[in-house]
RNA sequence: GGGGCGGUAGCUCAGCCGGUCAGAGCAGGGGACUCAUAAUCCCUCGGUCGCGGGUUCGAGUCCCGCCCGCCCUACCA
């Protein structure tokens, strides 16, 4: 198969494989939901990368907004400074908490984030996409502020702060025309089903599309801190209209046309299911009406429920992922929540059951495989692995595993992706077990029977380091080291997942070396926060 | 009210177009082994597949009704 460099023939760069998370609005606290979605597409990424593939990972940061203007306010700062301690003390704090390696991290309130949001509304408005026209909406005094008509307090349309009657309000606003596209969206959906996943999701929103669009209102008047609408500089941008955008100003939109060429359209836009509307109905519609490609997946992921219930900053059930990363460590954290959820449906985050996956599953399985062999290796052979030697029991499931799990890690069926792996780990240990390599170091007539177990296993182990390196790349790059493995193959990113399965890339002489264990016991209490 | 998804062993969940689909892992019980992180391996206990009808030679698997849970129902990041 074609090696790729990042180049094809012709001499063009290659369209990355592009994939974004949401960007996070600076004023919530990062908590175990967003970290889910980020590593979600940070392994996602990894894995394509692995296999290969030229790969541009995303995230970043939503800075614009009335709340964020009332918080900095509130801390006495500009909304800048605000921003920028927010961003620095929390959200890339807890990028490099997960270990996530994304290749760029845009912020809204950057210029090439702001021009170009200028330049897509001007594109819209030549268009004719944008009319100038009346905002009705319930507004409270008090709170200077209008509200949604769901968040009013029964009966009587109370403010849900004041608990007194709300008054219908009118702001004039400009507006896209949402409603326009209520065909061509439907159009899309039934063409291309992998546009909305899952399909529980693809449902939703086909079912809403059908019932109706209104148009949008795409400005504000009340408050200045967002992009200035370009031809009224008395509105801003509305901020989702905003922060939709830096999926394609990030890639280089009214920027960089041949950094964009490259990038866009992205592959995944990875979302919370909260946010699905946004990015599944509203974002394809303006980008149609821009006459720019639309994304090819939108991918909602589920939402994590602790004690059965969403996490919620009120209830103080959003938990940092630094207090879960500080005792198991990031890689541990990444295999935890992409084994144990189905991406796509909720999922229950226990201590007790990420404790017990890491006992089992990581400590006992498959760290605790890597110092049996390593051990004997260095017990039998002085470190130095034997020759490369057939092993079709072995070799036959570990091709299968390779296929299985490449096709539904690429699905983004993270589970049932590790699922696959773990299945071949537990293979390994009983074949271990069953093969009972101390048994034949006692009869030196079995001598070549005792290589054939040790190099078995330890290319096992080979394919392994490659398939789990894009979950765990601090274990696994310890692994490689242990395994002896870059002498002769070099370093464990440049493995191709495509390559991962052929039997008898180990070479023999390797120097095997048993190193610290790869994931100690910890003991499971949790600690008090 | 309308809509979406789900309700399968103690726990977490697989089960595509109906016919070894009654499963996996963990937990529990028993045994083997000692290379290894008191780890590993094997065996085993265990479920009227939410409830009630229906279609069919045959239904967790399709249809209808009901019960329960979560979510969506437009400008909340």
Redesign the pocket.
């Known amino acids: 198969m074609a090696e790729s460099d990042g180049v094809d023939s012709a001499g063009a760069p290659e369209k990355a494989f592009y994939v974004t998370t949401?960007?996070?609005?600076?004023?919530?606290a990062p908590h175990i939901g967003h970290a889910y979605t980020t590593v979600a597409g940070d392994v996602l990424t990894r894995w394509h990368r692995q296999r290969g593939e030229r790969v541009h990972f995303l995230t970043g940061t939503?800075e614009h907004?009335?709340?964020?203007l009332r918080a900095a306010e509130a801390n006495g700062m500009t909304p800048q400074q605000w921003c920028d301690h927010m961003v620095e003390s929390a959200w890339k704090p807890m990028l490099a908490a997960i270990d996530a390696a994304n290749d760029d991290f845009i912020r809204t309130t950057e210029l090439r984030h702001t021009g170009p949001v200028q330049q897509f509304l001007r594109v819209l408005h030549d268009r004719g996409e944008v009319y100038e026209g009346t905002?009705t909406?319930p507004y409270c005094v008090a709170c200077e502020e209008?509200?949604?008509?769901?968040?009013l307090l029964q009966p009587g349309d109370r403010c849900p702060v004041h608990d007194r009657p709300v008054e219908q309000l009118s702001e004039e606003?400009y507006?896209f025309r949402?409603?326009a596209y209520q065909d061509r969206l439907l159009a899309h959906y039934r063409d291309h089903p992998q546009f909305v996943q899952p399909?529980?999701?693809?449902?939703?929103v086909?079912?809403?599309?059908e019932?109706?669009?209104?148009?949008?209102?795409?400005s504000?008047s009340t408050f200045d801190w967002g992009v200035s609408v370009p031809w009224d500089s008395s509105h801003v941008v509305?901020?989702?209209?905003?922060?939709?955008q830096n999926y394609i100003t990030a890639a280089g939109w009214g920027s960089d046309p041949q950094r964009f060429a490259g990038l866009w359209p992205a592959d995944v836009h990875l979302v919370g299911?909260?946010?699905?509307?946004?990015h599944a109905?509203?974002w394809p519609a303006m980008l149609m009406a821009a006459g720019l490609a639309l994304p090819t997946t939108v991918f909602a992921n589920g939402?994590l429920?602790v004690g059965?219930?969403?996490m919620s900053k009120t209830k103080l059930t959003g938990i940092p992922p630094q207090r879960i990363t500080d005792h198991f460590g990031s890689d541990a954290y990444r295999y935890y929540f992409l084994r144990?959820?189905?991406f796509g449906?909720?999922?229950?985050f226990?201590w007790?059951?990420m404790a017990?996956?890491y006992?089992?599953?990581?400590?006992?399985?498959?760290?605790?495989?890597?110092?049996?062999?390593?051990?004997?290796v260095e017990?039998?052979r002085d470190g130095s692995l034997p020759a490369p030697a057939p092993e079709p029991a072995l070799a036959g499931a570990l091709e299968k595993t390779v296929l299985l799990a490449d096709d539904r890690m690429c699905a983004m069926d993270f589970?049932?992706g590790l699922?696959a792996v773990f299945?071949y780990?537990?293979?390994?240990?009983?074949?271990?077990?069953?093969s009972?390599?101390?048994?034949l170091?006692k009869d030196p007539a079995r001598a070549a029977d005792l290589d054939r177990v040790l190099y078995a296993t330890a290319e096992s182990l080979r394919a392994l380091a490659v398939l789990l390196n894009p979950v765990m790349p601090k274990s696994c790059a310890r692994l490689w080291t242990s395994l002896g493995a870059e002498a002769a193959l070099g370093p464990l990113a440049a493995q191709r997942v495509q390559d991962a399965g052929r039997w008898g890339l180990l070479q023999a002489g390797s120097q095997v070396r048993?190193s610290e264990?790869?994931?100690?016991?910890l003991p499971d209490d949790e600690p008090a926060p």
Do not use: C, H
Not at 22 to 28: A, Q, R, S, T
Not at 238 to 244: E, K, T
Not at 273 to 278: E, N, P, T
Not at 517 to 521: D, E, G, T
């Open positions: 949401p960007i996070y609005y600076v004023n919530d939503d907004g009335e709340k964020i905002y909406g209008f509200k949604l008509p769901g968040e606003n507006f949402l409603s399909d529980s999701a693809r449902n939703e086909v079912r809403f599309v019932s109706g669009l209104q148009d949008l209102s795409l504000r509305y901020v989702w209209i905003d922060a939709l299911k909260d946010i699905l509307r946004f109905v509203i939402w429920l059965g219930e969403k144990e959820l189905s449906q909720d999922g229950s226990s007790e059951s017990q996956r006992t089992s599953e990581l400590a006992n399985d498959f760290g605790n495989l890597a110092s049996r062999l390593t051990s004997m017990r039998y589970q049932a699922a299945d780990v537990r293979l390994v240990n009983g074949y271990v077990t069953d009972a390599p101390w048994v170091a048993k264990v790869l994931f100690p016991r």
